[in-house]
C-alpha cells in the first residue's frame, strides 16, 4: 500500500516538474523536489523499489535542473 501511495506521490510530482523545464519557471523545483522527498520516504517504508526509485528519478531531475538554472531560473 505504501509502494502505490509513493507511485502516486511520484507520478504528481514528475507531472509538477514537467513545467519546471520552461525558461524562468525553475523556481517550480523547489515545490517538486519535497514532495518526491515526502514520496521517497513512503517508497523506503514499503517493501518494493518502485515509488522509491521512481522519486529518486524526480528528485536528481529537479536538482539538475535547478543547478543549471542557477537555483532559481
Known amino acids: 500500500m505504501l509502494n502505490i ?3 502516486l506521490i511520484g ?3 514528475l507531472i509538477l516538474a514537467i513545467p519546471a523545464f520552461i525558461p524562468f519557471l525553475g523556481w517550480a523545483n523547489w515545490l517538486v523536489i519535497p514532495i518526491a522527498v515526502v514520496g521517497l520516504a513512503l ?7 518502485a515509488g522509491r526509485n521512481l522519486n529518486i528519478v524526480v528528485i536528481v ?13
Do not use: E, F, K, W
Request: charged share 10%; net charge positive; no cysteine.
Open 5 to 7: 501511495a509513493s507511485i
Open 11 to 13: 507520478i504528481i510530482a
Open 43 to 49: 517508497g523506503a517504508m514499503s517493501d518494493r523499489n
Open 61 to 73: 531531475v529537479g536538482v539538475l535542473r535547478l543547478m543549471l538554472g542557477g537555483g532559481i531560473i
